[in-house]
């Protein structure tokens, strides 16, 4: 399958208003071929909104998309050719999964037998041989999302977008599937931008992750930049730095020294840090020891296998999120420390 | 092992669905044997105890009496277009409705002919649109005709009160429908290159027809039915002669109840059978739940 013949997918400033709420502004994004994209961010950061307007579903009310040097964003949904794979799947509940797979092909008029042959070929790329006669109706939510998968690629279109397609699915399925979705996009190659709200999804699925936030955009990144290094400190807190600590800051060279209260700690600087900061650090990263600085009681601990994980308070009642590898009990008073670099400071 | 055997009658009929609520069902039960089961079975009985002659006298005479046996087809002629209209229109109505912002002010008012009833309606159509009516002039006065229209106390009349006041029920009936097809099936039809013309015939359609059935059946024993609106509009010696006023008149004009039975006999058979081909056509179709997968 290769119909894969565009060299960029460019969006130029699309914006998207609803009466007076701005719900997209002005977003600029440019798609290479064969891209995956994750467009991660909590609900109602525009992330839906921003994929409907790339199908065609929702017209712009400011923007454009281009397609190479073709402007698409005129165009209905179904003259733009690309794929799409819904939340609940909205496969045809009256027709078959081998008629749902190949209604693309029929609405193109492809003659019959390449129509048989290229929806086996999907069937057996989904692994969904067995299933084909059956109607939607009759097979599991797992199967289901493999047939609007299937149904969504036969076609071979230049771009592929996905809407939180692992939502309605249970974890242990929900990681089935990332791996299912990733490995169909190594052997095809098609651009897919895919919409989450998890980050995790985002990380391991993508090849570069769009953080969008009140329907614009504030970071765009490898999953390593974004995991290492995000822009924000709200960024930062929404991949998982859930200590976000107000401190006052000296810099130091490549390093910064903290204050954080009365204890002094090390960072490491992302864009300014003078004066009042922030220091965001992971739970994993915070870790007690013997020569920790901040000094807090445990609240609440958990054992997750391997380690500890708990919440400790500090005297002036500032929460910690904390991991511990020896066995930590309620009450317990810890000292606490991260190492330098996965301390990140942020302007406040 | 025998256990299955040792588990008490009680358990094992409430397993079945049958306990103490079960017994809620009893007055509703009651209620149509009264006054459906019972008077139906009391009709079919003195339809076949006619005045004179034998067991099938009532059939027939019926049969064998162009003046009777004709009001079938009369009937059939003015109930069929008339449902047929009716549910053609709405599809389209309501496919459009469905995207308004404002459907429950649209509904409201579709509900006033349907409260108001066809007697009302008629009274109403007998006043402007006889000859002497506004329409009729206006007509005269645009010059699209040089003598008074004739709509009323003819066929014409009849199937427009029907239309009337059958139009709002057969709507609102497509109406839930249509809005009970998940959106995002459109699209996905959408996003795989299908034009609108080819959505509404491989997706909507398909999945409208049963709903469109049962619409369809609804109407149209609603409208064979008709009986105010053929006699106040219509020819009720003539074109509009339906099965209703010819029962009618055996049973208050000619005051034999028995050949009345037997004509609401024919009736509803006729109306059963309608219904069943049509119910018989429709379980060809899908009939599951119209949504796209899980919600």
Known sequence: MSSQDFRALRLDGMGRDFGLLNALKGIDLTVRRGEFIALLGPSGCGKSTALNCLAGLLPLTAGSIWLDDKRIDRLGPEQRGFGMVFQNYALFPHMSVRSNIGFGLRMQRRPKAEITRRVEEALKLVRLEAQGDKLPGQISGGQQQRVAIARAIVVEPPLVLMDEPLSNLDAKLRLEMRAEIRRIHNLLGCATIYVTHDQDEALSLADRIVVLRDGAVRQIGTPEELYGRPAHPDIAEFMGYRNLLPATATSDGNMVRLMVGDAAMSGTAVGASDGRVFAAIRPEDLVAMDDGALCATVQTAEYRGRDFYGVAVMADRTELFFRSERRVAVGDALRLGAEPSRVLVYPA | ?295
């Open chain 2, 1 to 295: 092992m025998s256990g299955a055997e040792h588990i008490p009658l009680r358990l094992r009929l409430s397993q079945r669905g049958l306990d103490g609520v079960t017994l809620l069902l009893l007055p509703a039960i009651l209620f149509i044997i009264a006054l459906f089961v019972y008077p139906f079975l009391y009709g079919l009985v003195l339809s076949f105890t006619p005045k004179v002659g034998g067991w099938l006298a009532n059939y027939q005479k019926f049969f064998s009496d162009p003046y009777l046996y004709q009001t079938i087809s009369k009937t059939l002629w003015l109930a069929v277009p008339v449902t047929l209209l009716n549910v053609v229109v709405s599809v389209p109505v309501a496919l459009r409705v469905r995207l308004m912002r404002r459907q429950r002010l649209l509904t409201t008012i579709l509900v006033i002919p349907i409260t108001l009833g066809t007697v009302l309606v008629a009274e109403g159509m007998l006043n402007y649109m006889g000859p002497r009516g506004w329409l009729s002039r206006v007509i005269m006065l645009v010059g699209l005709s040089d003598h008074p229209v004739r709509m009323i106390h003819n066929y014409t009349g009849v199937f427009l009160s029907l239309v009337i006041t059958g139009f709002p029920f057969t709507f609102l009936l497509t109406l839930s429908y249509v809005t009970g097809i998940d959106p995002s099936l459109e699209q996905a039809g959408a996003m795989l290159g299908a034009r609108s013309a080819s959505r509404f015939r491989e997706i909507l359609m398909p999945l409208l027809v049963p709903g469109l059935a049962i619409t369809f059946c609804l109407s149209f024993v609603q409208a064979f039915a008709v009986f105010p609106s053929a006699l106040l509009l219509g020819a009720p010696a003539g074109d509009t002669r339906v099965i209703s006023i010819a029962a009618y008149q055996a049973a208050f004009e000619d005051y034999d109840y028995s050949m009345a039975s037997a004509i609401a006999m024919i009736m509803a058979f006729v109306q059963v059978a309608i219904v069943a081909v049509l119910l018989g056509v429709q379980s060809a179709f899908y009939k599951g739940p119209a949504g796209g997968g899980k919600g």
